[in-house]
């Protein structure tokens, strides 16, 4: 199944053009109302097969899009991360909602994958100082960097004002902590499976400007990427 899949995503064009001209002669065969004796049962075989072909095309057709426009989404943010001096808008929010949001929006690739988190809190009200919003991104870059470059083992674990993301390494993967979150970074042949190579530069670039930092680590085998948030700004009490 990988190699017919590799066979389609490189000729989805070729794939397209030849089951649009075997349903095209097949419906003009019809169309001029010739019996299936005189056509041969050939051409119904023939029509079935290329509106397969052009499905199958059409459908990697849309996997392109979506990843394009993915990898623009990804261009856009970082470069208006960079041309943003000021922070973001941050308040005190409860810190697992986004996640299971964004545990949610990749279900399904995480199904694909065999990979079932394994979820680890002190509490289910934790809450961190962050953007709501950016909190959700940093969770959805963090997952999808773990489904793209990881082997598996998903883990999410938590306390007061930290959280770690952590996945199994690849066979023969060995990135550079001090350089996972620059920009374009590819440690490896192994970590060169698609993406803009931004994902964790956004994810850094969102945590700074949340007054937070995120750091990595290799441990057993397992990458490990921690995020800290800063404590909540004390409040303004009324002037003595």
């Known amino acids: 199944m990988k190699v017919l899949g590799a ?15 075997l349903g095209i002669c097949s419906a003009v065969f019809y169309l001029y109302g010739l019996p299936l004796e005189s056509v041969g049962y050939a051409f119904v075989l023939c029509f079935a097969l290329g509106l397969a072909l052009f499905a199958a095309g059409y459908f990697q057709f849309l ?10 989404d990804e261009l856009f943010l970082y470069t208006r991360l960079q041309s943003e001096a000021a922070p973001l808008e941050c308040r005190e929010t409860t810190a697992l909602p986004p996640l299971w949001d964004a ?32 909190l959700g991104r940093v969770y959805r870059n963090l997952i999808a960097n773990a489904l793209r470059h990881g082997g598996g083992g998903l883990a999410v674990s938590g306390r007061e004002g930290e959280l770690c993301f952590s996945n199994d390494l690849l066979p023969g993967s060995a990135p550079d902590p001090e ?11 192994a970590r060169a499976k698609g993406g803009a190579g931004l994902g964790l530069s956004i994810v850094r670039e969102l945590m700074e400007q949340m007054g937070g930092r995120v750091s990595a680590n290799i441990a057993g085998g397992r990458l490990e990427i921690h995020l800290s948030f800063p404590g909540a700004p004390p409040r303004e009490g009324p002037p003595s």
Do not use: I, M
């Open 7 to 21: 066979y389609f995503s490189r000729h989805w064009k070729l794939l397209v053009l030849l089951g649009g001209c």
């Open 63 to 72: 996997r392109r899009h979506r990843e394009l426009e993915g990898l623009l």
């Open 103 to 134: 545990l949610a929006e990749f279900y399904p690739q995480l199904e694909a994958a065999g990979v079932e988190p394994a979820l680890r809190f002190d509490r289910e009200n934790l809450t961190v100082w962050a953007s709501p919003e950016a």
């Open 179 to 189: 350089r996972l979150f620059d920009r374009f970074y590819q440690g490896s042949p």
